[in-house]
Each structure stands twice: as C-alpha cells, then as structure tokens.
C-alpha cells in the first residue's frame, strides 16, 4: 500500500484558499458534499444565537470584573488558575445551563479532549480524544444539541486559552498594554481583540485531507494525501501583516485565521470573540497592576503542543496600579 503524502502549507494566501476549498475536508468527511459539519454549525448557532450573547455580554463582563476584584491587591497569583480558567467555567455554567455538579464532573473529559486536540500531529484522533468525546457527549445529553460538546469545550478551555495568551501577551509588551490602558473604549478594545487573536492565539496547526487531485501552494496534491496547515505561521506572514512578530493593539491589517475560515471554521467563533473581548476589557481596566512574576519557579508554563499551544500557568505579581506614563 502506498504511503499517502504529506503536505505543509504556511504562506497565508495558501492556507486562507486551502481552508475555504471544500477539496480539502476534516477527519471523517468523506464527500464535497458532507452535509454533517452544517448541522453542528446549525445546532451551536442555536444554541448560542446573537441574541443570546449580546444578553450575556454585560453578565460575563461584570464577572471577569469581579473575578479580577477577588485577586489579592498585593501578592502573587496564576492568572489562568486564579481568573481565566474559574471564569470561563463559569461561563460554561450560565450560557449552557448546566449544574455546577455537572460541569465539574465533565471538566476532565474536556480537558482530555482539549489537551489531545493540541498535541494532535494528523487529522486522526487518538483513541483518548475519542473516548473522552464519546463520554463527554453522554454526560451532556439533555442540556443541548449536537453542538454541546464542542460548545462546552470552546467555553471551558478554548476562552482561557486565548484570555490567557491575550494576558501574558501584554505583559510582555507593557508600551501596547499602557496605550490600551489609556484608551480602553470599545471600538479600540475591538482592534486590540483582533490583534491578540493574531498573535497570541494557541491554534498553530489544523489538518484536511484531499478528497480530489488539486494544486496549491506549488505542491501537486493527490486524493487522500494529508494537507497541514499552518494557521500561526499564516498570521504572521509579512506578505499580509507589516511587522507581523509585532504586537500592535491599534494595528488596522485584518483576516487573522486563529478560527480558521471557510465552512470548517470554528462554530464558536462569536463567542469567542465576545468573551475575549470582555476578558481584555476587564485586565486592562483593573485598578490593580499586573507584573510577570520573576522570581525562582515563576516561569510561565505552557501545553506545547504541535496543533495547538495553550498556556498552564501565568505566575504574576499584584500590586495597587502606578500612575500611567502614557
């Protein structure tokens, strides 16, 4: 039997036709006309329409509010176990409608599944992933439709994946988290958001397989032969982004693909989006001063993993904010 080739495609033009050719399909979809993607994205649009996130909006950001009011005014924290991570789960509580108890007990098939997906090499799932799916959608079964799951997941990992990398990201550029602090209104929010899922967003990898002969990006790509593509080399890719190893909350260059596109795009995108958008509001809003922690073990920890790295731990220090320089 024939090895089946494997192509890597990075350049931003070529990972955007690649995500958007209907040629190129996830794991399990067999026909151009695969019909089983619309109904999860149909099912989480239901369950999760606009109307319902504008009326959660203003809860959720009132609870990254006070969960960054609960942190010590002096001290050290972990921004993800300490803010990111509580309040995301409780997020999953209130927009899913699922009992504390519930939400405790499906938080480590989850995290199985979140942390398999990250260290995912091929589109094939391992057999822990497809595990934890299976139990995870039983346990779920009667609080949603066919989206619940990856709703669940997008809400309980995927949101403190990106609120932490969005925080840590700051940090580490105190000029762009100064000038957002300094100009914290809505429309400047929406760009910073925009940014910080271009750069500091986990996704690094997805994987399609072909389901016909086609070229693109140069390569002669045959029926079944796997495509990987690279979304975090794309969104830095500066053909499209000038200066793209820079962060810049006031850059104006859009069409990140830290959700992909296309119709295999994450279903969860809105939001996603949405509650990033309030976790960014609250951090740089806070009357309280943030400081990547520096002393021994305080090192930010990372799940590096090759489709997705998504943070552990973000050791920081506390203190009554200084007057702003800016």
């Known amino acids: 039997m024939t090895a089946r080739a494997v192509w890597t495609l990075c350049a931003y033009a070529d990972v955007h036709a690649a995500l958007r050719d209907d040629r190129l399909a996830p794991y399990g979809v067999h026909t151009?006309?695969?019909?089983?993607?619309?109904?999860?994205?149909?099912?989480?649009?239901?369950?999760?329409?606009?109307t319902l996130l504008a009326r959660w909006r203003e809860t959720l950001g009132a609870?990254?509010?006070?969960?960054?009011?609960?942190?010590?005014?002096?001290?050290?924290?972990?921004?993800?176990?300490?803010?990111?991570?509580?309040?995301?789960?409780?997020?999953?509580?209130?927009?899913?409608g699922i009992p504390p108890q519930v939400v405790a007990t499906?938080?480590?098939?989850?995290?199985?599944?979140?942390?398999?997906?990250?260290?995912?090499?091929?589109?094939?799932?391992?057999v822990?992933?497809?595990?934890?799916?299976?139990?995870?959608?039983?346990?779920?079964?009667?609080?949603g439709g066919a989206g619940t799951v990856q709703s669940f997941v997008a809400l309980?990992?995927?949101?403190?994946?990106?609120?932490?990398?969005?925080?840590?990201?700051?940090?580490?550029?105190?000029?762009?988290?100064?000038?957002?602090?300094?100009h914290a209104g809505e429309q400047a929010l929406a760009v910073a958001t925009n940014e910080l899922l271009r750069f500091a967003g986990p996704s690094r990898a997805v994987f399609r397989t072909a389901l016909a002969p086609m070229v693109l990006g140069g390569h002669a790509i045959d029926t079944d032969d796997e495509v990987v593509l690279l979304l975090s080399e794309a969104n830095r890719d500066p053909l499209v982004f000038s200066n793209p190893e820079r962060l810049d909350v006031?850059?104006?260059?859009s069409g990140h693909l830290a959700f992909g596109a296309g119709?295999?795009?994450c279903v969860g995108a809105g939001i996603v989006r949405m509650l990033l958008h309030e976790?960014?509001?609250?951090?740089?809003?806070?009357?309280?001063?943030?400081?990547?922690?520096?002393?021994?073990?305080?090192?930010?920890?990372?799940?590096?993993?090759?489709?997705?790295?998504?943070l552990r731990a973000i050791p920081t220090i506390v203190r009554e904010r200084r007057a702003s320089s800016v």
Request: net charge neutral; glycine share 6%; hydrophobic share 45%.
């Open 32 to 50: 151009r006309r695969d019909a089983s993607h619309r109904v999860v994205r149909a099912a989480v649009q239901q369950e999760l329409p606009p």
């Open 63 to 96: 609870r990254a509010v006070e969960r960054l009011a609960t942190l010590p005014s002096e001290g050290a924290v972990d921004l993800m176990q300490d803010m990111a991570q509580p309040w995301a789960h409780e997020a999953a509580r209130q927009v899913l």
């Open 106 to 126: 499906c938080l480590p098939l989850a995290a199985t599944l979140f942390e398999e997906s990250a260290r995912a090499k091929s589109g094939s799932p391992s």
């Open 128 to 143: 822990a992933l497809s595990q934890a799916a299976t139990k995870l959608a039983g346990l779920l079964e009667g609080y």
């Open 156 to 182: 309980t990992h995927t949101v403190p994946a990106l609120s932490g990398g969005a925080m840590l990201a700051l940090l580490q550029h105190p000029a762009q988290l100064e000038w957002l602090r300094a």
């Open 250 to 253: 006031q850059r104006v260059e």
């Open 263 to 265: 119709a295999h795009g």
């Open 279 to 310: 976790a960014i509001a609250a951090f740089v809003r806070s009357p309280r001063e943030f400081d990547l922690d520096a002393s021994d073990g305080g090192s930010v920890k990372w799940l590096d993993g090759f489709a997705m790295r998504p």
